[in-house]
């Protein structure tokens, strides 16, 4: 992370994000200009005082209402967000709402169908399913946020975002064709692993090929560390590191990666039966049979998994940048982070794909005061502010996405270990990221949650050698087969 470093691809079409290095100084959070005109003149020809920065009227209260998912990103740093400004903007006041099970919290008030009492500005983490907010988006629900691209934001020397998040606008996902939430972050997963374990046992620690990644498994598990783990009751972790990114690799490595991109963005099936997908399914399958996951997989918990990294009882993770953050107050003071990629094919020069996932963002409910609307957007761009940014990568122990943020290498400084393994690996690699969550068309029939949660599912006994993953990718592709022809 030190002098240049090029954070490639939140996504995998056109999405490079470079981090360049020119000098920034701290500066007060006031744009040269707004693209949010505000009146001067009230009803009458009253003069009204309005913010220079967005136009908004100074001397109106206006209280919103915020739920924030307290995930293992902490709150540290929205609380910073929040209160520098409220502190710039004392006329608008926020009432926040943290939690956990931020989405059942929400699902209540949508259920309850009263306006008023429903959050102003809140979490777009709604639980498992993705129909719920599509659902949001058509009916009206929630406003579209695409319009802040081209809003400068207020520490951005006449910038706007677009130009201050590299290629973020184009990794966005969308509900119905629109963006609805702006993510504030972005997370790369992969393996984290104990480094102190690595460099006392002369492991490698960037295997280059699949056969080197396989005797890397094979010298852990001789030394009786076991060599993976992830956690059984969350299987989908076990994605984080062999998931959507190696079978964008195994495209790539084939030839198809134009056609696979285009065939997952637009879910063209088949999907789980597509070589890529078989490809991936019989790795973790050639893994398990060697016992690379620790037994009882299924009974561990997220934390319980990360808690046998750091003891030394394994000697990697399958997980995002964010472990650090989350397991801060069980970390040994020997402890130090790495990070790498599985490599998925045979040749030392094959680019390696991470899984980019930017951060979730937060929606806006249409049926409040206009007033209260323009608030919360600009509540949202602030959280762009680069202040706000070194707080989120400092306390969250995930990357910012504001692409001037390497230029200080005060902030640089302050980045925790673990993402910095990531920025580490990254400079010292050919990589690639790939986003499982963007693709342009999103399915509301039950059968493609079904069909999702059932390989999920099934990865428990396909990591533990048992079963064969072809018949169950085969029943996976019929339930997506059927939520594809229902879209239809």
């Given at each position: 992370?030190?002098?240049?470093?090029?954070?490639?691809?939140?996504?995998?079409?056109?999405?490079?994000?470079?981090?360049?290095?020119?000098?920034?100084?701290?500066?007060?959070?006031?744009?040269?200009?707004?693209?949010?005109?505000?009146?001067?003149?009230?009803?009458?020809?009253?003069?009204?005082?309005?913010?220079e920065?967005?136009?908004?009227?100074k001397?109106?209260?206006?209280?919103l209402?915020?739920?924030?998912?307290?995930?293992?990103?902490g709150?540290?740093?929205?609380?910073?967000?929040?209160?520098?400004?409220?502190?710039k903007?004392?006329?608008?006041?926020?009432?926040?709402?943290?939690?956990?099970?931020?989405?059942?919290?929400?699902?209540?008030?949508?259920?309850?169908?009263?306006?008023?009492?429903?959050?102003?500005?809140?979490?777009?983490?709604?639980?498992?399913?993705?129909?719920?907010?599509?659902?949001?988006?058509?009916?009206?629900?929630?406003?579209?946020?695409?319009?802040?691209?081209?809003?400068?934001?207020?520490?951005?020397?006449?910038?706007?975002?677009?130009?201050?998040?590299?290629?973020?606008?184009?990794?966005?996902?969308?509900?119905?064709?629109?963006?609805?939430?702006?993510?504030?972050?972005?997370?790369?997963?992969?393996?984290?692993?104990?480094?102190?374990?690595?460099?006392?046992?002369?492991?490698?620690?960037?295997?280059?090929?699949?056969?080197?990644?396989?005797?890397?498994?094979?010298?852990?598990?001789?030394?009786?560390?076991?060599?993976?783990?992830?956690?059984?009751?969350?299987?989908?972790?076990?994605?984080?590191?062999?998931?959507?990114?190696?079978?964008?690799?195994?495209?790539?490595?084939?030839?198809?990666?134009?056609?696979?991109?285009?065939?997952?963005?637009?879910?063209?099936?088949?999907?789980?039966?597509?070589?890529?997908?078989?490809?991936?399914?019989?790795?973790?399958?050639?893994?398990?049979?060697?016992?690379?996951?620790?037994?009882?997989?299924?009974?561990?918990?997220?934390?319980?998994?990360?808690?046998?990294?750091?003891?030394?009882?394994?000697?990697?993770?399958?997980?995002?940048?964010?472990?650090?953050?989350?397991?801060?107050?069980?970390?040994?003071?020997?402890?130090?982070?790495?990070?790498?990629?599985?490599?998925?094919?045979?040749?030392?020069?094959?680019?390696?794909?991470y899984?980019?996932?930017?951060?979730?963002?937060?929606?806006?409910?249409?049926?409040?005061?206009?007033?209260?609307?323009?608030?919360?957007?600009?509540?949202?761009?602030?959280?762009?502010?680069?202040?706000?940014?070194?707080?989120?990568?400092?306390?969250?122990?995930?990357?910012?996405?504001?692409?001037?943020?390497?230029?200080?290498?005060?902030?640089?400084?302050?980045?925790?270990?673990?993402?910095?393994?990531?920025?580490?690996?990254?400079?010292?690699?050919?990589?690639?990221g790939?986003?499982?969550?963007?693709?342009?068309?999103?399915?509301?029939?039950?059968?493609?949650?079904?069909?999702?949660?059932?390989?999920?599912?099934?990865?428990?006994?396909?990591?533990?050698?048992?079963?064969?993953?072809?018949?169950?990718?085969?029943e996976?592709?019929?339930?997506?087969?059927?939520?594809v022809?229902?879209?239809?």
């Amino acid at each position: 992370m030190k002098g240049k470093v090029k954070i490639w691809g939140l996504t995998l079409l056109a999405i490079m994000l470079v981090i360049s290095l020119a000098a920034c100084g701290s500066k007060e959070k006031t744009p040269e200009t707004s693209s949010t005109p505000g009146a001067t003149t009230g009803t009458g020809g009253t003069e009204t005082a309005v913010y220079e920065e967005n136009g908004l009227p100074k001397d109106e209260k206006v209280t919103l209402k915020f739920a924030y998912w307290e995930n293992g990103n902490g709150r540290e740093w929205v609380d910073y967000a929040l209160k520098t400004f409220q502190e710039k903007f004392p006329n608008v006041k926020i009432d926040t709402t943290y939690s956990p099970k931020i989405d059942t919290i929400i699902g209540t008030k949508l259920a309850a169908n009263n306006d008023e009492d429903m959050f102003d500005v809140f979490s777009t983490y709604l639980g498992a399913s993705a129909a719920l907010g599509i659902s949001l988006a058509q009916e009206g629900k929630i406003i579209s946020q695409e319009d802040l691209w081209d809003r400068k934001l207020y520490d951005g020397d006449g910038k706007t975002l677009r130009e201050l998040t590299t290629g973020l606008d184009k990794a966005t996902p969308t509900l119905i064709g629109k963006q609805y939430g702006l993510p504030y972050g972005q997370s790369v997963t992969g393996l984290f692993y104990n480094k102190s374990l690595f460099e006392k046992n002369g492991w490698n620690e960037n295997p280059k090929t699949w056969a080197e990644f396989n005797t890397l498994v094979d010298t852990i598990k001789a030394a009786n560390v076991i060599p993976i783990t992830f956690p059984g009751k969350y299987p989908g972790y076990l994605q984080f590191s062999m998931g959507t990114n190696q079978m964008y690799a195994t495209a790539d490595i084939s030839g198809n990666l134009e056609k696979f991109n285009d065939d997952y963005k637009q879910y063209k099936t088949p999907f789980y039966m597509s070589p890529e997908s078989i490809n991936v399914h019989n790795k973790i399958f050639e893994l398990g049979k060697k016992k690379a996951f620790p037994d009882g997989v299924a009974a561990l918990s997220h934390t319980q998994s990360q808690m046998q990294l750091l003891q030394g009882q394994a000697a990697m993770a399958s997980t995002g940048e964010w472990v650090q953050n989350e397991m801060k107050d069980s970390i040994p003071a020997d402890f130090k982070w790495g990070f790498m990629l599985i490599p998925i094919g045979d040749n030392p020069d094959d680019v390696k794909y991470y899984s980019s996932h930017p951060g979730a963002g937060h929606y806006i409910w249409a049926a409040k005061p206009e007033l209260n609307k323009k608030w919360a957007q600009e509540f949202l761009l602030w959280m762009y502010n680069l202040d706000v940014q070194q707080k989120f990568a400092e306390t969250a122990g995930s990357l910012p996405v504001r692409a001037d943020f390497m230029n200080d290498e005060a902030m640089v400084a302050k980045l925790q270990e673990a993402p910095k393994a990531v920025l580490e690996y990254m400079k010292n690699n050919k990589v690639k990221g790939a986003s499982p969550g963007l693709r342009d068309v999103t399915l509301t029939d039950p059968n493609a949650d079904k069909a999702l949660k059932f390989m999920e599912e099934a990865l428990i006994d396909i990591s533990a050698g048992k079963q064969d993953p072809l018949p169950k990718l085969e029943e996976a592709e019929k339930m997506l087969q059927k939520a594809v022809d229902a879209q239809k």
